[in-house]
């Protein structure tokens, strides 16, 4: 069998991008063996607003799925400044949708990714105003937020820092952590959950192996960030929220829980975070 015996535990995927052309074909099938190995709530987070809106309409069909609705910062170049008004007039109408959970896939930015120019200044300060705008968004619908935050660590905990403290009520999770633990210390001070993937299980992630093992249990999701980042011993295959099995049953040997507390815990943080079902 291709998941952890899962008998009495139940498992929630806080981040798969299953609105994404990779499930296209079989969508149906991944989330039947979702079901199948206990993962009975998924959050499908946005990246523009047509994929917002896809993964509402995925949502809506089937009952286990929720949306997240956002604008990532890899897009956020595309949308000029006469547009962004009416972009996120757009994105604010979408939050009417009981199966919107969250604001989100959302952050900042400043990797410099193979085959494509470094992020400028002006680039990054497009960045920062599609953030606080989204972030407002968040609080004026009292959503949390799905934060996406690579090489920009520092300029995150600052920008969130100082919004918190007009906006005391600001509450989310930073998507598939990887930085320091000072870092880290940062983010569970402001009280956000951290959200861990299936890279954790490799073996050479020494430095994210002892990230989790920093996290409290009480302040982890357990995320796939599917269809990317597949836990071993699927590693090289598309990744699917069944697999996150596999991913607990890691994060639980190394900070040595039960796979069964580790599944507990977790989904209760995301009923908690983001007023889903909660675990049986």
Do not use: W
Not at 88 to 104: D, M, W, Y
Not at 180 to 193: A, P, Q
Not at 233 to 250: D, H, L, M, V
Request: proline letters at 5%; aromatic letters at 8%.
């Amino acid at each position: 069998m291709y998941y952890i015996d899962t008998e009495g535990y139940m498992f929630a995927d806080t981040h798969a991008h299953l609105n994404f052309k990779a499930f296209d074909k079989d969508l149906d099938a991944v989330i039947a063996r979702a079901n199948g190995a206990a993962v009975k709530n998924i959050i499908i987070p946005g990246a523009k607003i047509d994929s917002s809106q896809k993964a509402i309409d995925i949502a809506k069909k089937f009952s286990g799925c929720f949306a997240a609705i956002g604008i990532h910062p890899h897009h956020s170049g595309e949308i000029s400044h006469e547009r962004l008004s009416t972009v996120l007039e757009t994105l604010s109408s979408l939050t009417v949708n009981q199966k919107v959970v969250a604001i989100g896939e959302i952050g900042l930015d400043k990797h410099h990714y193979k085959n494509y120019p470094p992020v400028s200044e002006d680039g990054f300060s497009q960045q920062k105003a599609l953030l606080l705008a989204q972030l407002d968004i968040a609080q004026t619908h009292k959503l949390p937020v799905i934060l996406h935050c690579r090489d920009a660590q520092d300029e995150m905990l600052e920008l969130l820092s100082s919004y918190k403290k007009t906006h005391p009520n600001i509450r989310g999770v930073f998507h598939c952590f990887e930085s320091t633990l000072t870092h880290l210390k940062k983010v569970l001070d402001l009280g956000f959950y951290v959200g861990f993937d299936g890279n954790v299980t490799y073996k050479e992630n020494t430095k994210l192996h002892k990230l989790v093992k920093a996290t409290p249990l009480s302040q982890l999701l357990l995320e796939t960030d599917s269809p990317y980042l597949t836990p071993v011993p699927f590693r090289g295959t598309r990744n699917e929220p069944a697999y996150i099995t596999n991913t607990a049953s890691f994060i639980a040997h190394l900070i040595n829980k039960s796979s069964a507390n580790v599944a507990l815990e977790t989904s209760i943080n995301a009923s908690s975070l983001f007023h889903l079902p909660e675990p049986l």
